[in-house]
Nanobody, 128 residues
Framework: QVQLVESGGGLAQAGGSLRLSCAAS????????MGWFRQAPGKEREFVASINWSGSSTRYADSVKGRFTISRDILKNTMSLQMNSLKPEDTAVYYC?????????????????????WGQGTQVTVSS
């Protein structure tokens, strides 16, 4: 099974930036798309962004479009989420996940059930 570990979370001020990373081990995820989700207290898990296996196609939630950028490094088997212009509403635990289907031509879908491996999460807190 693929093991996913997030890092890079922390505290930022509104308008600031953070960069999250997700490292994969114990298998290969190079032929699968990846996604970022977040969950705030009392709320359901929310789709943030996804990227296909080749890195040629991406998808973003409307709430982060234009502010967040998803990318992946195939050689390092890592995925990143660059978060700019942070808002207090971005405060949540952020999770990386692997698409259950290989070789999708487009970016993975938004429903959580489309993903079959998950990281432990990393806390992002944005203050005003």
């Amino acid at each position: 099974q693929v093991q996913l570990v997030e890092s890079g979370g922390g505290l930022a001020q509104a308008g600031g930036s953070l960069r999250l990373s997700c490292a994969a081990s114990g298998g290969t995820a190079t032929r699968y798309g990846m996604g970022w989700f977040r969950q705030a207290p009392g709320k359901e898990r929310e789709f943030v962004a996804s990227i296909n296996w080749s890195g040629s196609s991406t998808r973003y939630a409307d709430s982060v479009k234009g502010r967040f950028t998803i990318s992946r490094d195939i050689l390092k088997n890592t995925m990143s989420l660059q978060m700019n212009s942070l808002k207090p509403e971005d405060t949540a635990v952020y999770y990386c996940a692997k698409d259950q289907m290989s070789f999708r031509s487009g970016a993975p879908m938004t429903p959580p059930h489309e993903y079959d491996s998950w990281g432990q999460g990393t806390q992002v807190t944005v203050s005003s």
